[in-house]
């Protein structure tokens, strides 16, 4: 059976607090020795769904299987296969980098004797092992997190959005981690508000929005869900951009940024065709720019924002 390739699966997975539905059915499957992105807007719901998954939330329906054990029915078996990095630090600030962890190390007896040493070095935080977290930035402190996450070796790995508030450097050096991660054949499930981490890090992406996924698929698929190439254009003025919108039918504009989203395949000679349509109009703009979609376009377009002002 493919079964056991499955490191996660979820099918009907509902959770509703009183009566707000949070989760209205959601199906997963991640196979092992993969990364996965869960993404979505403020309140999706991802936060819950990794809280069900990790077995910290009951769920009001639906399967979920994790390492091919039941969350309801065999908790401890989940946990004992899991690490997991919350949205928020669990690191305690009265204790030095050093002493979270090994403290961490104490409670999963069977740890090699370098641990501590050698997630401190992995993570850069040796110069600031002796130091209390209290004392850490929010970086330091999201990264000490993860070293924690990582004592005892786990399986699978949930790290909901990790990199929330790193600098770009921290950022990288969190995504080189887990990469390395899956190449030792750990499985990530990971949540994030960067399209950009999910484009870089993931296998596969789930966009959750409202309760349900709205789409899934490879970066590459989930780009091609959307329409393609387009051209950008910015106006100096309101009055212009009118203008324009009364002359190139199909487009879509943003009356904030005073730019103009025109269909096209950014050719030189649709690019040309556009160019005399405005001249004939004696219409100009500020700033022409050809636009290929990436997974901001279509994290827009599938939660419902960029819609709303397409209707306009
Ligand atoms: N304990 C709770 N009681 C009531 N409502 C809750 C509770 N926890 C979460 N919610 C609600 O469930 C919805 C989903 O919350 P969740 O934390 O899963 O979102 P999220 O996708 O993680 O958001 P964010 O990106 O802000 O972390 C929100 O509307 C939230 O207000
Ligand atoms: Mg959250």
Known sequence: MPMTDAAITAAGLRKAYQDKVVL???????PTGTIFSLLGPNGAGKTTTVNVLTTLLKADGGTVRVAGHDVATQAKAVRSAIGVTGQFAAVDELLTGQENLQLMVDLSPGSPKNTVHDLLERFELTEAARKPASTYSGGMRRKLDLAMTLVGDPRIIFLDEPTTGLDP??????????????????????TTQYLEEADQLADRIAVLDRGRLVAEGTPDELKRLIPGTHVRLRFAAAAELDAAV???PGSTRDDEALTLRVPGDGGTK??????DRLDEYAISAEELSVHTPDLDDVFLALTGHDTEAAAK
């Open 24 to 30: 209205d059915g959601i199906d997963l499957d991640v």
């Open 169 to 190: 450097r921290s950022r990288r050096t969190m995504w080189t981690i887990i990469r390395e991660l899956v190449a030792d054949g750990a499985t990530i499930f990971l």
């Open 246 to 248: 009364r002359v190139l």
């Open 270 to 275: 649709s690019l040309r065709a556009l160019l």
